[in-house]
């Protein structure tokens, strides 16, 4: 209890800090989330139909959830500098799996009657896509998006390991001072912020949910 | 490499393929990117310091003992727990494990590798409790889904043929769940390997320490070199665990 | 030894206080070697009750005895080993071969290898499916009348006395299930097991029961009797409804062709002379003469329009008898042959072919009036 | 991998003002001085509001560690007061990220140790022991090479060394030499040295005593924590001894008793490290400034400062802000 007043004080002692980490730590999300949610859904789109291609994309997504985190985070540096960038990267390669995986899963659960029907009304390929393909398999799609955002908001608190801010700074300067004073206070508030973040682009995304899916399939 | 999404659906033949090909294509390919850095890069009196052939041996070790001994734990744990949870009688904290251990995911390893160390001390001890306590989630989650998702006219069939509970668990719902299990297990063993990556911050040892050295030291070949070394570790493991899940699921699925 | 061989004494069974009992103070014998079917509405407890019987459910109150023994706290395991048990889902172990599906509970109870391989065998056989080619396959290979058919002889496997089966052909299609209803009849007279089988369907009940329960809500037993009895004199408004309106119609599949009088037409034996056969039909009041071949085989409906119409020998005019009926087959059988028959009759031989007599709707209707 | 090879592409790039930058390196020498001394005799106005750096805009950035933070706000605020528009990007990371930014001209100026400038920004072997050479060297050849000016030299040392542990003291009977604590080390083959990651293949880290003391530490002896870490571990006896700074706040907080060094770890004064274009835009007072505001920062003040915001948790900035006001350099 004590140490939760003393948390709270050190945070309200630094809002300008947790204010710069929160939004730093939400931009990775939001930027990865759109780019790596466009990236996948477009893969998805693309490879429906042809089973190997589906497979592959899969597994090739599936690999870069294979390498560690700080591998991928490092690896890189070399090409692209510190900072921003090389953070984007490994958490944009982290974001694929789960939406394109719940990408081809959603298409490929869609009734074949129903996309028949839309043909046999006379839609285009295209229109068959954007109207009837898309909004059936948006949930599963969505629900894609919320594994990935969980994974992202995770594991961009190494993002501070290569220069790259975000919550992980609190981490990593608490790690640096133990045990002066304030400096487990800061590794705490890093850890729960991602939590609090995370509960929060939860809400955002439910949020989402109930404002673009179709009422005849929530 | 938080692969805590669950793959509970039977793979078709094709993923089943091209899980056990992609795995190794990647780590050949990172191997070859290393040994060229390692060949045709000028590294100087520090590269070759950080990259020293004794260092990097005790590095490897450690980062097996870490990822393998808390991979343990966590099968050693989970296992039971998961199926404890899915017996009779604790409904609600199954349906609260299942919802909870999704948020989990966003919990930083790093942050918790801290946090460990500011109860316990530096160590691999600490390391080793920090990474099955986050890897913790995927084998429990997965052992209570697997177990769930057994045909329940299969077990009413058992019952009433006269398995006891324990042998339907062991010779019916096990086997039926073992596919769903080791997809856990075998996440939790990539994150394992892969985030004792980490371990170096507070004493663990580990691959880490080069791939941080050359960070502060500012020597791009070691950090390439550290981390193709960690990605490869992993993907040994991860290409080790598709085969066991190849091998140990039950013909006839 | 006592003709009961399941007793059940007073069961009840309810899920927490406030909720109805799905089973209420129940007392039920089956006797040893019949087929007694559970029956009723969807809820009425019928399944409740036969899952109290190898104790998946335990009663809240009530004894049971098998055999004279009071099993109501015997080890649930042990007494299931010794009971059959088939439902509908079949639940076969898909991660186990079909022999060793067969196989599970001689294993259970400890059987030698040769043992349990030379019964996997002989239940294959039984089942008619060729263990040559079954044995080592797996249940996901199968279709649901097969996968069925192993049910049934994995119930059967280490021969139990008693045989429980829960809707075991409710989810197969209607050809096969037909199929698979003949046939275990026909195990079920060599076997002579003591077999309780729940159904919602009163027209399998009718087909395959010694006797029948109708069971309605609380698994009360509405009436337990033969299926003529229950058909020809329903207990009450409830079992009414619940055999439909089609309740007479029900009845012939329960009576043999043997069960009624038949109507002898006027026969004329190949060869014959069309002078004769003219004579004959005109003395008949049948206005129809049925020609036999020299073994007495039924071979052509005759009339007088088709005798003048053609010049052709006898042998060729009228019409073919394609169907005949024999005195084991049921009425419904009967009425299908003559409602497709031209001349609203039709002929029964012997197992030689040799001709009987002949069934007429007239003597159909007699005998449903006379039961009604 | 190929992150040096970016590196040289961008001094390339400012090589344009080599020789001009090294003859401005040259002529501020005996400036600072002279603006030093002015510094600290001017009492009675703020010294620093007596240049004029407004219609500047400078980035002042600095590495992640309480000291660094200290001297990055002290710059901002000393700039601030000179009129100038300031960005401030301290506490960015480690000292890669520094320089860096500073290359890629992210950040205008920060503060950097002379002997890190030499052996790890320069790569150069066997550093100087003699501040009189080491700086002047420092300063000439990352000019000629990078176009990166250094500016000035405080008087603390902020040099890497060794602390050991009260139970290691104790059965010392007392501090350390460097030589003493390796021959400990043999002599107690489960004794433990704490370093950071890099720390054994710095050029400028366990080598330099290893060479020293003739004796090398085997890696079995080598425990490997993060920097913070160090000191609690240290101070509970899990580590004989830890690789420290020496100016850091927690040796005496937590009881630790410094190794003696005497002089094999390389010099870790500080200096301003400013790309040159920037510089150019107004030397002398740059120079008037920086030297001003590290004249008074000896290694006891500067443990001091630190121990504020590390031991008290006070904020860098204001620290900033105090010291220098009580030094009079600004109102």
């Not at chain 3, 061989?5 to 103070?25: D, H, Q």
């Not at chain 3, 599970?104 to 056989?125: F, H, N, S, Y």
């Not at chain 3, 039984?126 to 263990?131: G, I, K, R």
Request: aromatic residues 6%; contains cysteine.
């Amino acid at each position: 209890m004590d140490f939760l007043l003393r948390l709270i004080e050190f945070a309200l002692s630094r809002q300008e800090q947790v204010a710069e980490g929160l939004v730093q730590h939400a931009w990775y999300v939001i930027t990865v989330l759109v780019t790596a949610g466009l990236f996948a859904i477009v893969t998805g789109v693309v490879t429906r139909r042809n089973l190997l291609a589906k497979e592959l994309a899969l597994a090739i997504a599936s690999v870069f959830l294979t390498i560690p985190s700080l591998a991928l985070f490092v690896i890189f540096i070399p090409l692209v500098g510190l900072g921003f960038a090389p953070s984007f990267i490994a958490l944009f390669l982290y974001s694929l799996l789960p939406i394109l995986r719940n990408t081809i899963t959603g298409l490929d659960g869609i009734d074949p009657g129903v996309l028949d029907a839309a043909k046999g009304m006379g839609l285009s390929p295209l229109q068959v896509l954007i109207k009837v393909e898309l909004p059936l398999a948006w949930p599963v799609i969505l629900a894609g998006v919320r594994v990935s955002s969980m994974l992202t908001v995770g594991i961009a608190s190494i993002a501070t390991l290569v220069a790259g801010g975000g919550l992980g700074d609190f981490i990593k300067s608490g790690l640096a001072r133990l045990p002066l004073p304030n400096s487990l206070e800061s590794i705490w508030l890093g850890t729960l912020l991602c939590l609090v973040l995370a509960l929060a682009i939860d809400l955002i995304l439910q949020a989402l949910r109930a404002a673009t899916i179709s009422k005849g399939i929530r | 490499m938080t692969t805590a999404n669950i793959n509970t659906k039977t793979r078709s033949p094709l993923s089943e393929r091209l899980d056990l090909i992609i795995s190794p294509i990647f780590a050949v390919a990172l191997a070859i990117l290393g040994i060229a850095v390692w060949v045709y890069s000028d590294l100087d009196k520090i590269t070759i310091a950080i990259l020293s052939p004794e260092k990097i041996q005790r590095q490897l070790g450690e980062t097996l003992i870490l990822g393998l001994t808390s991979s343990l734990l966590v099968i050693l744990i989970s296992v039971p727990v998961g199926i404890l949870v899915t017996r009779k009688g604790y409904p609600r904290l199954k349906s609260l494990l299942v919802n909870t251990l999704g948020l989990g995911q966003a919990l930083p390893a790093y942050g918790l590798i801290v946090i460990f160390f500011s109860f316990m001390g530096s160590g691999i001890v600490t390391v080793i409790l920090a990474l099955a306590a986050f890897s913790l989630l995927p084998v429990l989650r997965n052992t209570i889904v697997g177990l769930e998702q057994v045909d329940k006219s299969v077990i009413d069939a058992a019952r009433g043929m006269g398995l006891t509970a324990r042998q339907i668990l062991l010779k019916i719902e096990l086997p039926l769940a073992v596919e769903v299990i080791l997809a856990g297990i075998r996440t939790a063993v990539v994150i394992n390997v892969g985030f004792s990556a980490l371990a170096f911050l507070v004493g663990g040892g580990g691959l880490g320490e080069t791939i941080n050295s050359g960070l502060k030291l500012d020597r791009g070949p070691a950090i390439l070199i550290g981390a193709v070394m960690v990605a490869i570790l992993a993907l040994v493991f991860d290409f080790l665990s598709a085969l066991a899940q190849k091998y140990l699921k039950p013909k006839g699925l | 030894m006592s003709n009961v061989l399941i007793r059940l004494e007073n069961v009840s069974k309810s899920y927490g206080a406030g909720s109805e009992p799905a089973v209420r103070n129940l007392t039920l014998e089956v006797m040893r070697g019949e087929v007694l079917v559970l029956v009723g509405p969807s809820g009425c407890g019928k399944s409740t009750t036969l899952r109290l019987i190898n104790r998946l459910i335990e009663p809240t109150s009530g004894r049971m005895f098998i055999d004279g023994e009071d099993v109501t706290d015997a080890n649930p395991s042990e007494l299931r080993r010794k009971i059959g048990y088939v439902i509908q889902q079949v639940g076969l172990f898909p991660h186990r071969t079909i022999a060793e599906n067969i196989a599970t509970v001689p294993m259970l109870l400890g059987w030698k290898k040769d043992k349990i391989a030379a019964r996997v065998d002989e239940l294959l056989e039984l089942v008619s499916m060729d263990p040559e080619i079954y044995r080592d396959r797996y249940p996901k290979e199968l279709s649901g009348g097969q996968a069925q058919r192993i049910g049934v002889a994995r119930a059967l496997a280490a021969d139990p006395d008693v045989l429980l089966m829960d809707e075991p052909f409710g989810a197969i299609d209607p050809i096969t299930r037909d199929r698979l209803q003949n046939e275990f009849l026909r195990l079920q007279q060599e076997l002579k097991k003591t077999i309780v089988f729940v159904t919602h369907d009163i027209d399998e009940a009718i087909k395959m029961g010694n006797r029948i329960a109708i069971l309605r809500e609380g698994s009360e037993i509405a009436q337990l009797d033969t299926p003529e009895a229950i058909l020809s004199h329903p207990a009450d408004e409830f079992v009414e409804s619940f055999l439909g309106s089609g309740a007479i119609l029900k009845g012939l599949t329960l009576k043999k062709v043997s069960d009624i009088e038949l109507h002898q037409v006027p026969t004329l034996t190949s060869p014959v002379m069309r002078e004769d056969a003219l004579k004959t039909l005109q003395e008949s009041v049948d206005q129809v003469a049925l020609l036999l071949d020299a073994n007495g085989k039924p071979l052509r409906w005759i009339d007088e329009r088709a005798l003048n119409r053609t010049t052709q020998p006898i042998e060729k005019s009228g019409r073919p008898v394609t169907v005949d009926l024999q005195p084991e087959d049921t009425l419904q059988d009967a009425l299908t042959v003559m409602l497709q028959s031209s001349v609203g009759m039709a002929c029964v031989t012997d197992r030689k072919g040799k001709y009987l007599g002949c069934t007429t709707i007239e003597s159909l209707a007699k005998l449903i009036m006379s039961d009604g | 991998m190929k992150m040096r090879k970016t590196f040289s592409l961008l001094a390339i790039g400012a090589i344009s003002g080599l020789v001009l930058a090294g003859c401005a390196a040259a002529e501020t020498e005996p400036e600072t001085e002279t603006s030093a001394a002015t510094g600290t005799d001017a009492v009675e106005t703020s010294v620093i509001g007596a240049y004029d750096l407004s219609g500047i805009e400078i980035a002042v950035g600095s590495k992640d560690f309480d000291e660094q933070l200290i001297l990055g706000e002290i710059l901002v605020a000393a700039f601030e007061e000179a009129g100038a528009t300031v960005d401030n990007k301290v506490d960015l990371g480690g000292t890669s990220v520094a320089r860096a930014a500073l290359e890629s001209g992210d950040i205008d100026i920060y503060m950097e140790y002379n002997g890190t400038g030499w052996a790890v920004h320069l790569g150069q072997d066997d550093p100087s022991f003699d501040p009189e050479v080491l700086t002047p060297g420092v300063r000439e050849l990352d000019l000629a090479e990078n176009g990166i000016v250094w500016i000035g030299r405080s008087p603390f040392n902020n040099t890497y060394g060794f602390a050991s542990s009260p139970a290691a003291t104790e059965a010392n009977g007392g501090a350390f030499t460097l030589t003493s604590m390796m021959e400990y080390t043999q002599a107690n083959p489960d004794a433990i040295v704490c370093m950071e990651s890099e720390f054994p293949s710095r050029p400028d880290g366990l080598i330099l005593t290893e060479n020293h003391s003739g004796i090398t530490l085997p890696d079995s002896q080598q425990l490997i924590l993060d920097t913070g870490i160090i000191y609690t571990e240290t101070a509970n006896d899990n580590c004989d001894f830890g690789e420290v700074y020496t100016t850091d706040g927690r040796i005496p907080a937590l009881g630790l008793t410094l190794v003696e060094d005497p002089g094999v770890n390389i010099l870790y004064n500080v200096s301003g490290t400013m790309g040159q274009d920037k510089y150019n835009e107004a030397p002398e007072a740059f120079d008037a400034i920086i030297n001003a505001i590290l004249a008074p920062l000896t290694n006891v003040r500067m443990a001091e400062l630190n121990g504020f915001v590390s031991a008290e948790g006070q904020d860098a900035g204001v620290v900033a802000k105090e010291y220098l006001v009580a030094e009079g350099l600004i109102d």
